[in-house]
Structures are given as C-alpha cells and as structure tokens.
C-alpha cells in the first residue's frame, strides 16, 4: 500500500459488511484528517470526494464514531457502488487519490492481473 492508493480485498468475512459501509479505520492516512467528523454531536467533517468507475461521484466524510464513510450525496452512494459492482470474494476495491481531496473508486476483478 502507498500513501496515494489503497486496496482492500473482499472476503467471505467481509463482503456483508462492505456492502453496506466503507470502514476507514486502517486507511486514515489516505484522507485529510478534517474529512474526520468532530466529536462533538451532529457535526461533519469537510466532505471527500469519490469518483466511482460507473460514473457518478460521491460525496462524504468520515464518521468518528464508526470511521466509516458517510454518505453526503442524495442519490448516488456506497450501496449503490457496490449493488451495480455486485461484489465478490478474491476482489479489491481500490481507492486512489487525484487530489486534495478528490478519489477515485474503482473495483479489481482479478488482483492478481497486471493493471
């Protein structure tokens, strides 16, 4: 793993959990650390944003108490990645930073394949 790209592998183990949500908790370096809700209640960090490989974006920060990414967008967002994406076990999904604070968001079929 860089410090621009992550890569998080998709098991039996957690393919339920990722469907639902993104945990960032072992990723945090990849993101500005004002992406990070305060502690206070209600409150937001400063949003990320996702450029999936199906074409529409996705807004976000990071949950503090879950760190987990928070959807901001009204219609597009990580259920709906990962519902068209159909995950599944032996995949990856990769998360590489463009800017500041722009990602894209893409998933590796074959993690083993040369990109």
Same mark, same amino acid.
């Given at each position: 793993?860089?410090?621009?790209?992550? =890569?998080? /592998?998709?098991?039996?183990?957690?393919? %339920?959990?990722?469907?639902?949500?993104?945990?960032?908790?072992?990723?945090?370096?990849? @993101?500005?650390?004002?992406?990070? $809700?305060?502690?206070?209640?209600?409150?937001?960090?400063? /949003?990320?944003?996702?450029?999936?490989?199906?074409? @529409?974006?996705?807004? $976000?920060?990071?949950? =503090?108490?879950?760190?987990?990414? =928070?959807?901001? $967008?009204? @219609?597009?967002? %990580?259920?709906? %990645?990962?519902?068209?994406?159909?995950?599944?076990?032996?995949?990856?999904?990769?998360?590489?930073?463009?800017?500041?604070?722009?990602?894209?968001?893409?998933?590796? =079929?074959?993690?083993?394949?040369?990109?």
């Amino acid at each position: 793993m860089s410090n621009t790209e992550i =890569r998080i /592998p998709i098991t039996k183990e957690n393919l %339920w959990f990722l469907e639902r949500q993104l945990n960032l908790f072992d990723y945090l370096e990849l @993101f500005p650390m004002d992406a990070v $809700s305060p502690s206070e209640a209600g409150g937001r960090g400063i /949003p990320i944003y996702l450029k999936t490989d199906l074409g @529409f974006d996705i807004e $976000s920060d990071i949950d =503090r108490k879950k760190m987990a990414l =928070r959807n901001r $967008s009204q @219609f597009d967002g %990580w259920m709906k %990645w990962t519902t068209e994406k159909k995950l599944q076990p032996g995949e990856e999904i990769l998360i590489r930073r463009i800017a500041e604070r722009e990602y894209e968001l893409n998933l590796i =079929r074959d993690p083993n394949a040369s990109e």
